[in-house]
């Protein structure tokens, strides 16, 4: 397993790698899709041990999240570090996802929705 996947009341909790670029977006991708299967209710994407995301990254993130909302699930990020947030910033993603400071904040405001 690629990922680190865990489940906190009802919401999945994805903790990805520290390197999210071409060479493990496909894994990445591929574990994401199963997720989506499942239908949860809400999915929150920790990018706590991510010190590199890639434009091969930010491709399967941004699908995936489509599938998820699409699907009627409640999508949220946090914990990006200085790195990955200003590439974010630059693809326009600060734009596109709700980003939190922490993982506690996200499943806070996640039940506000």
Known sequence: ??????????TITITLVSRFDSDSAPAIETELKKIVEQRPESVLFDFSRTDYIASAGLRVLLSTTRMLINSGIKVDLYSLSPQVSQVFEIAGFTKIFTIYCSRDEALQNLRKK
């Open 1 to 10: 397993m690629v990922l680190d996947i865990s489940t906190i009341n009802g």
